[in-house]
Nanobody
């Protein structure tokens, strides 16, 4: 079965950086659109970034554009989220998602989801 396992979360000070990873198994990784979503306490889940299999198309939410970078290594079945200039409002559980057919990267829908990794930005 498809498994998505996130790692790399933790506590970081404002202005700091973190790199999240999502290791995928049970799917033909290079054919799948991979995305990152986040959910802050008391808020709805929101789109963060997405990347198509060939990396030819990438999308970011306005709130992270210019600070976060999504990338993928198809040989390692892994997608990454490099997060720089972190702000307290970036605090959330970050989850990766996957789907073979996605027309709108920001919307999905995405079929497969990981359990998430917690990112806390605080001094």
């Amino acid at each position: 079965q498809v498994q998505l396992v996130e790692s790399g979360g933790g506590l970081v000070q404002p202005g700091g950086s973190l790199r999240l990873s999502c290791a995928a198994s049970g799917l033909s990784f290079s054919r799948y659109v991979m995305a990152w979503f986040r959910q802050a306490p008391g808020k709805e889940r929101e789109f963060v970034a997405a990347i198509r299999g060939s990396s030819a198309s990438i999308a970011y939410s306005d709130s992270v554009k210019g600070r976060f970078t999504i990338s993928r290594d198809n040989a390692k079945n892994t997608v990454y989220l490099q997060m720089n200039s972190l702000k307290p409002e970036d605090t959330a559980v970050y989850s990766c998602a996957a789907d073979a057919v996605v027309y709108a990267l920001r919307v999905g829908p995405y079929t497969y989801w990981g359990k998430g990794t917690l990112v806390t930005v605080s001094s």
